[in-house]
């Protein structure tokens, strides 16, 4: 691959990867911020709401006020743990800044070089063909 087809295909195609990486992960880290910080303060009034309406009587809408905030936890609750928030947002991340490295690793790499380190590579793990790998399986399996 030549310089000019190398910068066309990371100008156009691979900021644009980057981008959207680092979106869904602000993306992500948002909705699990949010959901979090909900679930922290629902949980700790829940309590005090209920204690709240055996004591009084004179405010009829704290008993389902009470109900409310306990489905509202189990909502939130849930909601983390099914759509992954928290994981999805540092899987996010580190793919992005993994390909912030890369590119400086590719742009300062010749083609030669990667060259000769795939042919490296190529020698260090020759591939066998299907009936030797068998073979050897066999032999592993019934010494």
Same mark, same amino acid.
């Given at each position: $691959?030549? &310089? ?5 295909? +990371?100008? *156009?195609?691979?900021?644009?990867? #980057? /981008?959207?990486?680092?979106?869904? @992960? $602000? ?12 679930? #922290?303060?629902?949980? =700790? /009034?829940?309590? +005090?709401?209920?204690? !709240?309406?055996?004591?009084?009587? @004179? $405010? ?5 006020? /009470? !109900? ?5 936890v189990? #909502?939130?609750a849930? /909601? ?6 928290? *994981?999805?947002? +540092?899987?996010y &991340? ?9 590119i ?5 790499? @010749?083609? =030669? ?6 042919? &490296?590579? @190529?020698? =260090?793990?020759?591939t ?7 073979? &050897? #399986?066999?032999?592993?399996e019934?010494?």
């Open positions: $691959m030549d &310089r000019a087809t190398f910068d066309k295909y +990371v100008n *156009e195609r691979y900021f644009a990867e #980057i /981008s959207w990486y680092d979106r869904k @992960s $602000m993306r992500n880290q948002i909705w699990y911020r949010t959901l979090q910080w909900g679930l #922290i303060v629902l949980s =700790a /009034s829940t309590p +005090v709401v209920i204690a !709240l309406a055996q004591k009084t009587d @004179s $405010m009829p809408w704290v008993k389902p006020l /009470s !109900l409310v905030t306990s489905v509202l189990a #909502i939130l849930t /909601s983390l743990k099914t759509f992954k928030f928290e *994981e999805n947002w +540092v899987n &991340r580190t793919t992005c800044k993994t390909l912030k490295k890369e400086h690793f590719l742009r300062n790499t @010749s083609a =030669a070089e990667l060259r000769t380190t795939r042919q &490296r590579q @190529s020698r =260090a793990f020759p066998l063909p299907h009936s030797h790998l068998t073979t &050897r #399986i066999t032999k592993v019934n010494p």
